[in-house]
C-alpha cells in the first residue's frame, strides 16, 4: 500500500511540475515582411485545466508587442495543463492574424504569424463593344495572398453592364484579374494586374 502511495505522488509531482519555456511572437506582413501594422498590439497566454469535470483558466502572461510586432518571454508551463496564446488584432487587417496557438511544453515557441493590410477596390464592368444578347464575358480575380488560381468565375451575357456598390475590401498588393471575352464563336482572352497600397481606394474599369 505504502509503495502505491509512492507511486500515486511520484506520478502527481512529475506531470504537475513547472517546466520554464521561451517564447518568442513575431508578426510579419505578408507583402512587405515588416510588423509594424502589430505594434502595441496585446497577447495574452491563458493556462486551462479540468480538476474534475468543469475547465477552468486564468491568465499566466500578457503583455504588448513592440513597435516592430515582436515580443518575447519565459513562461512555466505545467505538464499537465494546455497553454493557448492570443493577440488582439488591429483595424484593417483582411488576412492573416492570430487568433489562438496553443504553446508546446518542454521546448522554446517560436510563434510567426503574418497578415496583410486592407486595400479598397471598386469594380466596373462594361461590354463597350456588344454585337447582341450571345456574347459572353467570364472574369476571373485573384489576388496576390491566398488566391492565386482564379477559382470563382463570374459571368456576364448579353450587353453586360455592372458597377459595384460602393468599395470591396480586399487584402492589399497585387490583384489579378483575367477575362475571357466569346462573341460570334470566337474567344478572346485578356489578363491585367493592378497594385494596391494599404489602405488605398481604386477604381477599376474593365471595357470590352
Known amino acids: 500500500m505504502k509503495h502505491l502511495i509512492y507511486i500515486t505522488l511520484i506520478l502527481f509531482f512529475a506531470t504537475s511540475c513547472k517546466k520554464e519555456t521561451s517564447v518568442v511572437i513575431q508578426a510579419q506582413d505578408y507583402i512587405t515582411g515588416d510588423g509594424t501594422a502589430y505594434a502595441g498590439q496585446e497577447y495574452a497566454v491563458a493556462e486551462s485545466w479540468t480538476p474534475i469535470q468543469e475547465t477552468k483558466s486564468k491568465i499566466v502572461a500578457s503583455g504588448f508587442l513592440d513597435e516592430n510586432g515582436k515580443a518575447s518571454f519565459n513562461l512555466k508551463m505545467k505538464n499537465n495543463r494546455k497553454y493557448v496564446l492570443g493577440v488582439s488584432e488591429p483595424d ?63 459571368g456576364h451575357d448579353g ?47 474593365i471595357n470590352y
Open 92 to 154: 484593417n487587417i483582411c488576412y492573416g492574424g492570430l487568433v489562438q496557438h496553443y504553446l508546446e511544453h518542454e521546448k522554446s515557441n517560436m510563434v510567426d504569424f503574418v497578415y496583410a493590410e486592407c486595400g479598397y477596390i471598386k469594380l466596373k464592368i462594361d461590354n463597350v463593344n456588344c454585337q447582341g444578347p450571345g456574347d459572353e464575358m467570364v472574369l476571373f480575380q485573384g489576388n496576390q495572398v491566398g488566391n492565386f488560381d482564379f477559382s470563382q468565375p463570374w
Open 159 to 205: 450587353c453586360a453592364f455592372w458597377e459595384s456598390n460602393g468599395y470591396s475590401e480586399v487584402p492589399m498588393g497585387e490583384q489579378y484579374y483575367k477575362w475571357e471575352v466569346t462573341r460570334s464563336g470566337i474567344t478572346e482572352i485578356f489578363y491585367d494586374t493592378i497594385y494596391l497600397q494599404e489602405g488605398e481606394q481604386k477604381e477599376y474599369e
